[in-house]
């Protein structure tokens, strides 16, 4: 099985910076993409940023130059760096990542439990 544990939610005034984290863990052969994705109350789960294997990303419009996704692929790590948070900002973070469990078979997507972020004006 796989885990995906995020970390590094919480509250934030507005301006103001969090660094979230998502370690991944278990019977992993390699991670393809990882990605993070929101979901504030009353909408649908959309993507805010992805990285691939190879260290390229694309962002949500909304958070071009705000935000910074990253990954330790030793680590099986991916973060989300957010500065100049707004309370648009604000609902719960998943991470998700496209992992191969052995050499030959299709990846599987896995997704983390969510962690919190609330940001206030």
């Known amino acids: 099985q796989v885990r995906l544990v995020e970390s590094g939610g919480g509250l934030v005034q507005a301006g103001g910076s969090l660094r979230l984290s998502c370690a991944a863990s278990?019977?992993?052969?390699?991670?393809?993409?990882m990605g993070w994705y929101r979901q504030a109350p009353g909408k649908q789960r959309e993507l805010v940023a992805g990285?691939?294997?190879?260290?390229?990303?694309n962002y949500q419009d909304s958070v071009k130059g705000r935000f910074t996704i990253s990954r330790d692929n030793a680590k099986n790590t991916v973060y989300l760096q957010m500065n100049s948070l707004k309370p648009e900002d604000t609902a719960v973070y998943y991470c998700?990542?496209?992992?191969?469990?052995?050499?030959?078979?299709?990846?599987?997507?896995?997704w983390g439990q969510g962690t919190q972020v609330t940001v206030s004006s």
């Open positions: 998700n990542a496209d992992v191969k469990r052995a050499a030959i078979g299709a990846a599987q997507t896995y």
């Open positions: 278990g019977s992993i052969f390699r991670i393809n993409a």
């Open positions: 990285i691939t294997s190879g260290g390229s990303t």
